[in-house]
């Protein structure tokens, strides 16, 4: 390796292998000394969204929850929207690294780094959102069993608390699913630090992982089993979100349908973060050869297949408030698609819907702005399908006397947007300093690693 | 300190060299792997082979026996699961026991869900955690580290160590071994006898004294609760201790108007104020009424109506033509359980005397042991069903002389 780089992202040599190449292609990203200038743009707007985010969390641990518009009779109102919108958007992330990988589907390995990183990242925003709706987030802990003065302990059976083991085993396990995938690459990365800082600091992260092949044996078989437990776990975590729901009286939310759909709606729009996340990385730290045309459409596929299925879940709800004939029900649906929150409902079945239907043409699935741009529709549809299936039921329940309409205020909306500041500062920074791809996944399934 | 002063520069011993091992590099994985066999072959057992991902088949050429791991991970899984179960047993049947709709204290299903969280828990710290602890990680510094061409093996190169801990390695033989294998080079790696790292000793000892000083809020926690104090405890978070309340039919300047005593909300009424009385309590001036509302006409289509309603709500117990033997009943008398209360005979004279209002209203609040109808049934519907009710108790106690003249010609 002789010649000196052009541009740190155009010019380095590939080296004299596939593997060479491989590495060379993802650890120059994390190394060259200075990321592309849209980076920068983007970690500025990102950080400052955060900064927003904190002090808004901070007016509403100090003030009170008043600041919001959740009041009777929707308590539940934009913290638990964003709250399932964000912990639908990591089960993609799963699903890809775990489920592709019990299915042995190679393709997935040029993007399931990414989306480990999007579940991880989307953890960490869902997590905090029902942390601050408790109002007082200082005693979130009283949710946990741990002998106490007062002689009490949590009530088992509320999908409240089976919530909290699920989402945080669901959050422990995808955070070590992560970083166990990492492992290899930092041990690439330390190998090829240029200075003791670097070399330090990704040697820590690598915890001296030297490739034994002694080693593999026992890795291989963590990470399957990893797989293999993270599977059924990822489906019961939404299930579980979905009993949160479904467990309840409320015409609208009492329904046996809610865990299956909320599952296909969190891969669906999982899988649309992935494809909004993937196209502007691939093409701003030139991952092309990487992450290929045929990933990206394979995903659309997927959105596609998806987004059919999240649509029956919805004509299966008119269906079913039709078939029982309970007036109560008849009445929420109804008043779903055209009381005073027909506008949410039709945007959620124009974005979730109509907007994936492109993808029955190829051209429109190998197209990367196509599919942005469907993915960031898709997006939008989810975060409204919760608000829809939270705000249109709390809003209009059995007395007609409590019945009110819930107006966010600037808080509500500083939060949301907030939210993505916290998301997108932590991805970038996952981008500029991480292995982004998983190099040595993508380096086992090249022709010349098949050996025998 | 004057420069006499200045301790003589220390002089390391150049102690010889100790020998760790023979490094071989090869440029493809296929050449490892006929190397690994070869080498498995003449009966080494303490060396390893390095590589930047996992090799297929180089578990059986190494002959690496299968890791006890995932029996780990499975004894972790059943013990989570039973702590789960455990934990939610006694904390909500026994030590706590949680009052909720009457349900039982222990209840198998609502217990699943955590039971499946804390056993899936378990079995991943284990699988991750395990799988550490197992490959000897973290591992910071190895001989190996020294050999400069050994950082191309998470990059492209392969690998292969062979200790001369081995009891037959040979400098010589083995020398010879690798060298068949077709390696691009074979190398000497020496033990680590002067590396410049070494963690220092005032980082430890600044360690010990932090571990130390954790230990001492612990200290001051359990002081705090083993002794009695006079003063009040320190309130960091004042949380609702101190907050405007409103006493009631009093002043509370916080509402616009001032009143503690908030007005209904606009656009309803309340429960007992029913706009038209006959209609929706079947009563006219507090009695129940023998007739029906008047927007309810007793004509073909409603009383179609009211039969369809009938059909649907009321004919699982009281039967089709009302007599209490509709399915729900007939099982229930077939279970013979002794507990079971009989859907009334519709067509008793008794009811068949009360007034249309009276009948109305057991439908719509229910009556005893009947649950009610009026939350799943819209009003009108209601006043069908009755009417409908009306027609089959006509029916049951029916004479020739009900039929009307012109067809009774046609029966007889």
């Known amino acids: ?39 920068y743009v983007a970690f500025g707007i990102s950080v400052a969204l955060l900064l927003i985010f904190i002090s808004n969390l901070a007016l509403v641990a100090w003030f009170g929850v008043g600041l919001w518009g959740t009041m009777h009779p929707v308590a539940w109102g934009f913290p638990i929207v964003n709250f399932v919108f964000w912990i639908g958007i990591g089960h993609a992330g799963t699903l890809i690294s775990a489920i592709l990988y019990l299915l042995r589907q190679d393709w997935r390995t040029a993007i399931s780094r990414f989306a480990e990183a999007m579940t991880v990242f989307a953890l960490v925003c869902a997590v905090v959102f029902p942390g601050i709706h408790v109002g007082r987030p200082w005693v979130s ?144 730290f030139g991952l092309a050869s990487l992450i290929q045309i045929r990933h990206l459409e394979l995903m659309n596929k997927i959105i596609l297949a998806t987004g059919m299925l999240v649509g029956y879940a919805y004509a299966m709800e008119f269906f079913i408030a039709w078939y029982s004939g309970v007036t109560f029900e008849q009445f929420a649906f109804v008043n779903r698609a055209f009381g005073p929150y027909a506008w949410a409902y039709w945007t959620m079945i124009l974005c979730n819907l109509a907007a994936p239907q492109v993808f029955w043409w190829k051209a429109a699935r190998t197209n990367v702005w196509v599919s942005l741009a469907v993915g960031i529709i898709v997006n939008v549809g989810m975060w409204f399908e919760r608000f829809v299936i939270i705000c249109t039921s709390l809003s209009r329940d059995f007395l007609p006397s409590s019945w009110g309409y819930f107006v966010p205020t600037a808080y509500d909306y500083l939060t949301l947007a907030g939210s993505f500041g916290l998301f997108f500062t932590l991805f970038l920074l996952f981008c500029r300093y991480l292995p982004m791809v998983a190099m040595a996944e993508v380096k086992a399934t090249q022709p010349s690693a098949r050996v025998r | 300190m004057t420069v006499h002063d200045e301790p003589p520069p220390r002089i390391v011993a150049p102690s010889a060299p100790v020998l760790h091992g023979l490094l071989a590099e090869y440029d493809d994985a296929a050449t490892l792997l006929a190397a690994a066999r070869r080498v498995r072959e003449a009966g080494l057992e303490r060396w390893d082979t390095f590589t930047p991902f996992p090799v297929h088949g180089i578990d059986q050429a190494m002959g690496i026996r299968s890791t006890v791991l995932p029996w780990l991970v499975f004894a972790a899984g059943v013990t989570g699961c039973l702590v789960g179960l455990l934990l939610q047993y006694w904390t909500n049947a026994v030590d706590y026991a949680w009052i909720v709709s009457g349900k039982p204290f222990w209840s198998l299903p609502a217990n699943v869900p955590i039971a499946f969280a804390l056993a899936v828990l ?131 300047p916080r509402f616009a108007d001032g009143r503690g005593a908030r007005p209904a909300v606009g656009g309803t009424v309340a429960r007992e104020d029913q706009l038209d009385e006959h209609l929706t309590r079947g009563t006219i001036r507090g009695a129940a009424s023998r007739v029906f509302p008047p927007t309810v006409a007793a004509d073909r289509a409603n009383m179609g109506a009211g039969r369809r309603a009938f059909d649907t709500y009321c004919v699982p117990c009281h039967g089709y033509v009302g007599n209490g033997d509709g399915m729900v009943a007939q099982r229930a008398e077939a279970l013979a359980q002794g507990i079971w209360v009989p859907p009334t005979n519709l067509n008793q004279d008794h009811l068949r005397r009360q007034p249309v209002g009276q009948l109305f209203l057991s439908v719509s609040d229910g009556i005893r042991t009947m649950p009610a109808y009026g939350p799943l049934v819209p009003i009108e519907d209601r006043w069908r069903i009755i009417m409908y009710v009306r027609a089959l108790q006509r029916r049951s106690s029916a004479t020739i002389a009900d039929v009307p003249a012109a067809e009774r010609k046609a029966l007889e």
């Open chain 2, 122 to 252: 378990s079995s991943a710290l284990t699988a991750f955690f395990g799988m550490l602890v197992l490959n000897n990680l973290p591992h910071p510094w190895h001989p190996i580290d020294l050999e400069k061409r050994f950082a191309r093996s998470t990059i492209d190169r392969f690998f292969l160590l062979i200790e001369a801990a081995d009891p037959r390695f040979d400098s010589v033989q083995t020398r010879a071994i690798l060298d068949e294998t077709g390696p691009v080079l074979v190398d000497v790696v020496h033990e680590d006898t002067a590396s410049p790292f070494r963690t220092p000793r005032a980082v430890i000892h600044g360690l010990v004294v932090l571990l130390v000083a954790a230990l001492v809020p612990f200290g001051l926690l359990a002081q705090a609760r083993a002794t009695k104090s006079r003063t009040p405890p320190i309130h960091l978070v004042r949380d609702m201790d101190a907050q405007p309340t409103v006493k009631a039919q009093q002043a509370f």
């Open chain 1, 1 to 39: 390796m002789t010649a000196t780089p052009v541009s740190p992202y155009q010019g380095r040599p590939g080296g004299e292998n596939v593997f060479a190449r491989i590495t060379e292609n993802v650890a120059r990203i994390a190394e060259a000394p200075r990321p592309p200038p849209a980076w």
């Open chain 1, 141 to 284: 802990y009283w949710m946990l069993p741990y002998p106490n003065q007062m002689g009490m302990w949590p009530q088992f059976r509320s999908p409240l608390e089976w919530d909290l083991f699920a989402v945080g085993t669901y959050a422990t396990v995808s955070v070590m699913f992560w970083y166990l995938g990492m492992v290899p690459d930092f041990a690439t990365l330390r190998n090829r630090a240029a200075g003791p800082v670097r070399r330090v600091a990704y040697g820590i992260a690598a915890m001296g992982w030297r490739g034994s092949s002694r080693q593999w044996h026992r890795y291989e078989r963590a990470y399957l089993l990893l797989a293999a437990l993270a599977t059924p776990l990822v489906l019961s975590v939404h299930s579980v979100v979905a009993f949160d729901f479904a467990t309840s009286q409320l015409p609208g939310w009492h329904s046996t349908i809610f865990p299956p759909y909320f599952v296909a709606g969190a891969i669906f729009g999982g899988f649309a973060m992935v494809v909004t996340l993937v196209v502007p990385a691939r093409q701003f």
